[in-house]
């Protein structure tokens, strides 16, 4: 029971460089978020895709860029690292607008240097 | 504006002493609230939904609470595993997100 899975878990990036976090769900979940998480603050919604081939911003979109490839998969992508980026990134998927719930992966931390 | 606020920021237990945890929310339109534990490392784990005032869930030695306005988590009797960050969250009708908490971290000691 896999669930959602996230790569990598861990990440140096130098400034200016580009990568891309990957998260996949197994439970035929129609949205799926990704979030940074900073000590001392809550869940911040960086974007979501309510459903296949919808992707909308959320509080801070800034430097990030998503693609929702398909119902399983959707991805962040960071074009030019900045240190202002260095954080805990988790991927969620939530089966429906009412719930049950939204399930975590693991998170990436990400340090940007 | 829609916002959640946790109190208190941390907490420090005994083995056996109970406590409650607050979640207060602001939300035009509840569509339901959320209670989950996150332990270091780790992405937050699913505890319970709430979806209107009055309404209980219970888990072992947790119990989620709901009125209009905020949330309790009861700990009853909690112990040293119990230790953990709780989170709340709430999800507004309008839309798909979710609005977090920044979370009571709880500290039981034996």
């Known amino acids: 029971n896999a669930g959602v899975t996230q790569t990598p878990k861990f990440q140096v990036l130098k400034t200016g460089q580009s990568m891309t976090l990957q998260c996949a769900q197994d439970m035929n979940h129609n949205s799926m978020y990704w979030y940074r998480q900073d000590p001392g603050m809550g869940l911040r919604l960086i974007y979501y895709?309510?459903?296949?081939?919808?992707?909308d911003k959320g509080e801070v979109p800034n430097g990030y860029n998503v693609s929702r490839l398909n119902k399983r998969e959707f991805s962040l992508r960071l074009e030019s690292a900045a240190p202002s980026q260095t954080s805990v990134y988790f991927c969620?998927?939530?089966?429906?607008?009412?719930?049950?719930?939204?399930?975590f992966g693991q998170g990436t931390r990400l340090t940007v240097v | 504006e829609d916002q959640v606020t946790q109190s208190p920021e941390a907490l420090r237990l005994q083995e056996g002493e109970s406590s409650s945890l607050n979640c207060s929310y602001t939300?035009?339109?509840?569509?339901?609230l959320f209670w989950y534990r996150q332990d270091p490392g780790k992405g937050p784990e699913f505890l319970f939904t709430?979806?209107?005032?009055?309404e209980e869930k219970e888990k072992e030695r947790l119990k989620a609470t709901l009125t209009k306005k905020e949330s309790f988590l009861h700990i009853t009797a909690p112990k040293p595993e119990d230790s953990a960050t709780y989170l709340c969250a709430v999800q507004a009708r309008s839309n798909y997100q979710l609005i977090w908490g920044a979370g009571t971290k709880l500290i039981i000691k034996p």
């Open positions: 939300v035009s339109g509840l569509r339901g």
């Open positions: 895709s309510a459903s296949e081939g919808t992707t």
């Open positions: 969620a998927s939530i089966g429906l607008p009412l719930g049950p719930a939204a399930f």
């Open positions: 709430l979806y209107s005032a009055g």
